[in-house]
């Protein structure tokens, strides 16, 4: 049982370039989202689904894409990095369309961008 | 989505238990208490949840307060492994977490 696969762990990017982070859970769960956490800090929510098809915004979506097509995946696209995306991004998936289930986090990729 | 406050951080001595509070005045009636703990350079795991009652599990209790605005996260016997940030959260819609209390587990 792999639970929440984030890939890839470590990312180097230029200002300016392109990325998706991907994210997967093989737990048949409905909610998945894309946290943040910079030096120091607490996690900050990005984006969040709670479904296929269905994405909204969490507390600092500027500069992030997301989208749901399967139950499995949701990757988040950085359009264009720029240095202040440089953090380390855990992307979290529960069952249910609520909260209240517990959260389960992958391990993270750690994205700077020069 | 309630705010939750915790100290920003706490100590306790190894094999005692520890007790980490957090206070949430502005809980709606149907929002549920999730704590996590985050250890050095890990990801978030979930520790324990509830909504009115106390909960228990292998790893610790959830004391709630009968107004539902103040928990309690109990370890019963803090381990040097315990040493982590501890993040309260209340839930609405969404899972939005604070600061957290960093907790020292001293020898």
């Known amino acids: 049982n792999a639970g929440v696969t984030q890939t890839p762990k470590f990312q180097v990017l230029k200002t300016g370039q392109s990325m998706t982070l991907q994210c997967a859970q093989d737990m048949n769960h409905e909610y998945m989202s894309w946290y943040r956490q910079d030096p120091g800090m607490g996690l900050r929510l990005i984006h969040y689904s709670v479904g296929a098809g269905i994405t909204d915004q969490g507390e600092v979506p500027n500069g992030y894409n997301v989208s749901r097509s399967t139950t499995e995946d949701f990757p988040l696209r950085l359009l264009s990095a720029a240095p202040s995306q440089t953090s380390v991004y855990f992307c979290?998936?529960?069952?249910?369309?609520?909260?209240?289930?517990?959260?389960?986090f992958g391990n993270g990729t750690r994205l700077t961008v020069t | 989505d309630a705010k939750t406050t915790q100290p920003n951080s706490m100590e306790s001595n190894e094999e005692e238990p520890v007790h980490l509070p957090c206070n949430h005045s502005?809980?709606?009636?149907?929002?549920?208490i999730h704590w996590y703990r985050q250890l050095p350079s890990q990801g978030p795991e979930y520790v324990i949840h509830?909504?009115?009652s106390n909960v228990n599990n292998r790893m610790a209790s959830l004391a709630i307060a009968e107004d539902r605005k103040s928990s309690t996260l109990i370890l019963h016997r803090a381990t040097l492994r315990d040493a982590a940030v501890y993040y309260c959260i209340v839930t609405g819609n969404q899972f939005y977490f604070g600061t957290g209390t960093s907790l020292t587990v001293i020898p």
């Open positions: 979290a998936s529960s069952y249910g369309t609520g909260t209240y289930s517990p959260l389960h």
């Open positions: 509830g909504l009115t």
């Open positions: 502005t809980i709606s009636g149907t929002d549920y």
